[in-house]
């Protein structure tokens, strides 16, 4: 057959081809060779040039290539003369990969009828007009019979007005143009009828259309002239002049101003590129949530990739022209999947919609054409191939046949029922309804001409709770002590038993309450889930939620405004707040003059000051009133000697009377006058509540070993510069910080984004060993429970210092519209109500716990005074004894100097004679 002779003759050729300057190598495959036969008999010079380079090789060769060229010869004639070429034109542009692959794919199945479909592909920009004007005209004077391209807005008139001219037929998959278009054959079906009764059977009377300009406004006049007719409040944006740097912070904006609106209701009238970059900012932001609803209406539902925004609780509604349960659609299916991605870019992926239009008008021509065929009506273009922009123009005779030919065609294909009105418009098809569940799309009914909507009846409501039980659900945590934890030779275990901890206990117990199966995996990043700043992203296990990979987070996940906006929260199973972690200082034992402490310093300088002045005055008083002074009277009775009166209180005195009143002991003396006794009652008053105030205190700081800590709160971080202090790089207590107006943590993190090296850490472990290893210098910032467990950890070195800086709670965290929600939440509660929430804190927290109370002492110790806890009173008894042993010796040389003097004799006999007074007691 022909194949073979193209297999023979293509093989020959191309050898004699890449010899001339031709890269390509040398065919092997089935396609290759078809493609090749067809590249050739589309060129008649070149294979006459091909077929002399032949004859000249055959000539110095031996007999037997003299046989294989008369061979060549007899293929040639019987290609020539049996099997007549179909020149087609060919109009993509760039970066429809798979929809080229398709119109090859499709040419190779159908083009072995009783003519060859020969192309002539162009790829281009359709939004530049110039350009399809010259390889519109290109194809033309090359002499083809119809044209198979792509448009836009910009490009449509422009071809249709040439076909028109030059009675040129052009098949499309693009979108459909209004108007009498006679040589202009749409392969899609309008969407306008769809859509309009899906938006009648949700019974909507006010939504936000976004629709791309570059399709065209038919749809959309539409929907306005169907809502002034039934009263809806439609609120149209054009999203299709957005430009491409700015069109996310343009997308984000947009869904911020509907949010302000109320409108949660959202037709998207784009092309399946554009709608994805909508709805990736939609979940960037957090729109995708319950309450929130989405048709796209577009033909190609399941051509986007809808996993991300399908556990977030929205319901998104499309419809799907390509039937893919259709039998003939799923062989199809198979054998698209069966060729090569690198011979035919875009079979690795489910064929779209628009490919599947492509393939379908690729079988279209060929059935006009073969109609044609065997009316024998004479399609020959000789001598009408011209230029398109000739004046006056030249229309083709035969193009009003192939347009006749090409709407009378009746096919079923992978778009379901093809057939054309007079305009060139698909008439009499079908479109499936489809939701997005949490299973992935399902069929919701179908639509056609005849019927409208029809909505089935089984799975009309979105995000059933039905098949959970018989389903192992994905729950997601993370390593963290003692939340979660491998167990000791974690290796010998498998699945879930390779786990312990807290919240491993938490989630058997969420289990068993909820009657279902569960695997617990951990997060991959290692994070708890935060939105980037830039890209709007979620990370970690909130990402995992959100995107679809998990069912259900158990973990310290903290219930933040964010995080409760993109999912849903049980009610807390824990209670905190961010706290302050340090390293432990050493413990301060009392110095020597400890037994001072119980009084700051100013308090002593101020005591000896009053000792003084007290001193003073009562010395002043004494001198000043005459009760004070007395005469001396003989002890025999007989009168004074002399007239001159005492005062006892002198200066030194008055100092001890003063200091034996402040110790507790009295003197010899007391003052007699009413002014005295005041100054002396004023100060034993005083010396009473000194005394007292110093002795309660005395104990405390005499028996506890101190620790002083260099941070008590977090005022004293935020005023200090020489201690570093940070947090989780990605959590809510970085959040907590840079969402806080309040002007310390406002402080707090201007210091921690801006500080080198950065003082954020990736996981509490690594902020954990930094306070160890920094000796002082880096306090780390976390939630309470965290803190306090680490606390109880050996090498019991970290410290819990000052209070809470928030409250907040852990919850476990569902999918936005998750059936598992509310079952959940009702566990919770009751673990809460029957007290195991409080026993797991307790096993895990403080029975698990290494370090113990206090440190470790006993309380016999810490109570017990020690040689040093006293040993500056010893210090200040020796003092004094040995300040009064030389003070007793300066009296004694004083005095015997004094005596020597006046009995006029040597000082050393003074001395001797005063020495041996002192011994004896007598001279």
Not at 27 to 46: G, I, K, N, T, Y
Not at 868 to 884: D, H, K
Request: net charge neutral; aromatic share 10%.
């Amino acid at each position: 057959g022909h194949e073979d002779d193209a297999r023979a003759l293509s093989t020959l050729l191309v050898p004699f081809e890449a010899r001339s300057g031709d890269s390509e190598a040398l065919p092997r495959s089935r396609s290759e060779h078809l493609q090749c036969w067809s590249r050739l008999s589309a060129d008649p010079e070149r294979l006459h040039e091909l077929g002399q380079s032949v004859m000249e090789e055959a000539s110095r060769t031996s007999s037997f290539m003299m046989k294989v060229l008369l061979v060549l010869t007899v293929l040639l004639g019987e290609g020539f003369g049996g099997s007549p070429s179909i020149q087609i034109g060919g109009l993509f542009p760039r970066g429809a990969d798979q929809e080229y692959s398709a119109f090859r794919v499709g040419m190779l199945r159908f083009g072995m009828a009783d003519f060859r479909l020969t192309p002539h592909i162009d790829n281009l920009e359709v939004a530049n007009s110039f350009a399809v004007t010259n390889c519109f005209c290109s194809q033309f004077s090359r002499g083809v019979y119809a044209i198979f391209g792509f448009y836009d807005k910009k490009s449509v008139n422009t071809i249709t007005s040439f076909c028109e001219t030059l009675h040129v037929s052009f098949i499309t998959p693009s979108f459909p143009v209004e108007g009498m278009n006679q040589f202009v054959l749409q392969m899609r079906p309008d969407i306008k009828g769809p859509l309009v009764s899906l938006v009648e059977y949700y019974k909507w009377e006010k939504f936000a259309y976004l629709y791309d300009s570059d399709r065209g406004l038919s749809t959309l006049q539409v929907v306005l002239d169907t809502a002034a007719e039934k009263n809806w409040v439609v609120t149209a944006i054009n999203v299709g002049d957005l430009k491409d740097e700015r069109k996310d912070e343009a997308y984000r904006s947009l869904f911020q101003d509907l949010e302000i609106r109320k409108e949660r209701r959202i037709v998207l009238d784009c092309e399946q590129d554009k709608v994805k970059d909508i709805l990736e900012q939609v979940i960037t932001i957090g729109k995708h949530v319950k309450g929130y609803h989405y048709i796209i209406a577009n033909l190609g539902f399941v051509d986007g990739d809808l996993s991300k925004i399908q556990y977030g609780g929205a319901n998104v509604s499309g419809f799907q022209l390509v039937d893919f349960e259709d039998p003939m659609v799923a062989k199809f299916d198979q054998e698209w999947e069966a060729f090569g991605e690198k011979e035919y870019p875009g079979t690795d992926a489910r064929i779209r919609y628009t490919s599947a239009l492509t393939f379908d008008a690729v079988r279209v021509m060929t059935e006009a054409f073969l109609f044609l065929h065997k009316q024998r009506i004479d399609m020959s273009r000789r001598g009408n191939s011209g230029d398109c922009l000739a004046n006056p123009a030249v229309p083709w005779v035969q193009g009003v046949e192939i347009e006749r030919a090409l709407k009378q065609v009746r096919v079923n294909g992978l778009t379901g029922n093809i057939q054309f009105d007079q305009y060139g418009k698909r008439i009499n098809y079908s479109v499936t309804i489809m939701e997005l569940k949490n299973n992935g799309p399902v069929k919701i009914g179908f639509w056609n001409e005849v019927d409208k909507m029809v909505a089935t009846k089984s799975d009309l409501y979105p995000n059933d709770t039905m098949g959970m039980e018989n389903k192992t659900v994905i729950v997601t945590t993370i390593l963290e002590a003692p939340y979660v934890m491998l167990k000791k030779n974690a290796e010998l275990f498998q699945d879930n038993d390779r786990y312990e901890g807290y919240c491993v206990d938490l989630a058997a117990e969420i289990a068993k309450h909820c009657g279902i199966r569960y695997q617990l995996k951990i997060v991959g990043d290692g994070k708890y889930g935060a939105r980037d700043a830039e890209t709007k992203i979620w990370n970690g296990m909130v990402g995992e939620l959100v995107y679809g990979k998990a069912d259900i987070a158990v973990a310290p996940l903290t219930i933040t405004l964010v995080r409760e906006e993109v999912i849903d929260f049980s009610k807390p199973f824990m209670s905190l707040g961010i706290s302050i972690m340090i390293k432990k200082p050493q413990k301060s034992k009392p110095g020597v003059f400890s037994f001072l402490d119980p009084l700051a310093y100013e308090i002593w300088m101020c005591i000896v000051f009053a000792y003084i002045g007290v001193s003073v005055v009562l010395f002043l008083v004494s001198r000043f009133s005459p009760y004070e002074w007395t005469l001396e009277e003989p002890e025999d009775g007989a009168l004074p000697l002399t007239t001159e009166s005492t005062n006892e209180f002198g200066i030194f005195n008055s100092l001890w009377f003063s200091l034996g009143a402040f110790m507790r002991q009295g003197c010899d003396i007391s003052p007699r006058s009413l002014s005295g006794r005041i100054v002396g009652g004023v100060w034993w008053f005083f010396t009473l509540i000194i005394i007292s105030s110093y002795t309660a205190n005395l104990a405390a700081f005499l028996t506890v070993e101190r620790m002083v800590s260099p941070i008590e709160s977090a005022e004293d971080l935020a005023k200090q510069t020489e201690i570093a202090y940070g947090t989780l790089d990605s959590g809510s207590t970085k959040e907590f910080f840079r969402r806080s107006k309040i002007a310390l943590f406002d402080k707090m993190w201007q210091y921690m984004k801006s500080a080198e090296p950065s003082v954020f850490v990736k996981k509490t472990s690594e902020g954990v060993q930094r306070v160890r290893k920094s000796k002082g210098k880096y306090a780390y910032l976390l939630e309470s429970t965290m803190n306090e467990y680490i606390e109880q950890r050996k090498p019991c070195d970290t410290m819990k210092v000052g209070g809470n800086l928030d409250s907040k709670g852990y919850g476990i965290a569902t999918p936005k519209g998750s059936p598992l929600g509310n079952a959940v939440n009702l566990a919770v509660l009751k673990l809460n109500e029957q007290g195991l929430l409080d026993k797991l804190k307790n096993k895990w927290w403080y029975d698990k716990g290494e370090c113990g109370s206090g440190g470790g002492e006993s309380k016999e110790k810490t109570s017990a005074l020690s040689l040093s806890n006293v040993a500056g009173v010893f210090y200040i008894l020796v003092g004094g004894l040995g300040l009064a042993m030389m003070v007793a010796l300066v009296e004694f040389c004083y005095k015997s100097r004094a005596e020597a003097k006046k009995m006029k004799m040597k000082f050393t006999d003074a001395m001797r004679s005063k020495a041996r007074l002192s011994i004896t007691g007598s001279t």
